[in-house]
């Protein structure tokens, strides 16, 4: 009977099973972190980092770079040594910095003359500035959707974000029920019907243009007929918003508001003005240009979360005594929220806790 002598394995053979085998368990590992995501996706159940990037950015995140000078030069204005008037100066000076505005600056300086006295702690000082500054940007609350179809024309300089504005402002009314219709009335700027079309499209609004050139009282008009045909509820209507030929556009502005208004009563029942947080007190000028051909109802404050000028909607309210009706803090389409003159204070005044932000309207 033959001896049987065993075989030793040679190494490469041992080391060519152990790379199979963790190439095996790589492809199993990898194979089921997809699934897991798949099922995820299906299920609505995504992680922290998706709920967090689908949430809109809030003021806290917005006021970020105005906050971050104000605060402290406000502390130390606060804290300070001296008498009252002292103390005053330099938190008139605080203010005035952060692009709140002279006559806005001198109210609210004015506001806390009298108090001084009792106002013995820096905490005591800031509560009071800050309920001040609440009270200058009170409004009245605002009846969204009165009657239809309610027609809100949106007026802006261009460059100031007033597209991707109207598209915001168009989501929040599909968002809330409301047939929305999109009016491109800027026939100037190159390409904005295309970009109103787009927008259109993407939030699932209706869309009346025309071709490049044409004259934008005309579009209006179609616009308007097309909302009383359709039964639509909310119509925004875009205008163009070239300062270089002041007198034209005031006049072509009035043309569409009075277009407008024989064909829908009463309308254009809102108009906004789109303004860019970042220009500060030039935003002054602008709206000034824009009063004189309409009755604006309101401002949109675009880009605020890209600018250390914020304290501007103070100026704006306290010069025209226009409210603000709408924030833009980031770049997508849900990131737009009514103005809340509590909340916007609020967010000056406290602390960062918040990740930054990107830039945008």
């Known amino acids: 009977m033959p001896v049987m002598v065993p075989v030793s394995t040679p190494e490469w053979a041992i080391v060519g099973v152990s790379v199979?085998?963790?190439?095996?368990?790589?492809?199993v590992l990898v194979s089921r972190r997809r699934r897991s995501k798949e099922v995820a996706g299906k299920t609505g159940e995504p992680g922290a980092e998706k709920i967090?990037?689908?949430?809109?950015?809030?003021?806290?995140?917005?006021?970020?770079?105005?906050?971050?000078?104000?605060?402290?030069?406000?502390?130390?204005?606060l804290t300070g040594s001296g008498d009252a008037d002292r103390r005053l100066n330099e938190i008139e000076e605080v203010l005035l910095s952060a692009d709140v505005g002279v006559k806005a600056t001198q109210a609210l300086v004015q506001s806390l003359r009298p108090r001084m006295r009792d106002l013995g702690s820096a905490d005591a000082l800031r509560d009071a500035l800050r309920e001040q500054m609440r009270q200058t940007l009170a409004a009245a609350p605002v009846d969204d959707v009165p009657e239809r179809p309610h027609v809100i024309l949106v007026a802006g300089v261009n460059g100031v974000g007033k597209t991707t504005t109207i598209a915001k402002l168009a989501k929040r009314y599909i968002d809330s029920g409301y047939k929305?219709?999109?009016?491109?009335?800027?026939?100037?700027r190159a390409a904005a019907a295309e970009q109103l079309q787009t927008w259109a499209q993407r939030i699932g609004a209706d869309c009346v243009r025309q071709q490049s050139g044409s004259d934008p009282s005309a579009v209006a008009f179609d616009g308007a007929a097309a909302a009383v045909a359709r039964g639509v509820d909310i119509v925004i209507v875009d205008t163009a918003g070239?300062?270089?030929?002041?007198?034209?556009?005031?006049?072509?502005?009035?043309?569409?508001?009075?277009?407008?208004g024989r064909q829908i009563s009463n309308a254009p029942h809102e108009v906004l003005l789109?303004?860019?947080?970042?220009?500060?007190?030039?935003?002054?000028?602008?709206?000034k240009v824009f009063q004189e051909a309409l009755t604006l109802t309101?401002?949109?404050?675009?880009k605020l979360d890209g600018t250390a000028k914020g304290g501007a909607v103070f100026a704006i309210k306290s010069e025209l005594g226009i409210p603000i009706r709408y924030v833009g803090t980031g770049e997508r389409v849900e990131d737009m929220a009514p103005f809340d003159p509590q909340e916007f204070v609020d967010a000056l005044f406290e602390a960062d806790s918040a990740p930054a932000a990107s830039s945008s309207s």
């Open 20 to 27: 199979a085998l963790l190439v095996v368990l790589l492809i």
């Open 52 to 77: 967090a990037a689908a949430m809109p950015a809030g003021l806290g995140v917005g006021l970020r770079k105005t906050r971050t000078q104000f605060l402290a030069r406000l502390q130390e204005a």
């Open 180 to 188: 929305v219709l999109l009016v491109a009335a800027d026939t100037f």
């Open 242 to 260: 070239r300062l270089h030929v002041k007198q034209h556009l005031v006049e072509e502005l009035r043309k569409v508001a009075r277009t407008l």
């Open 274 to 287: 789109v303004i860019d947080a970042t220009t500060g007190q030039n935003a002054l000028g602008q709206a």
């Open 298 to 302: 309101g401002i949109v404050l675009t």
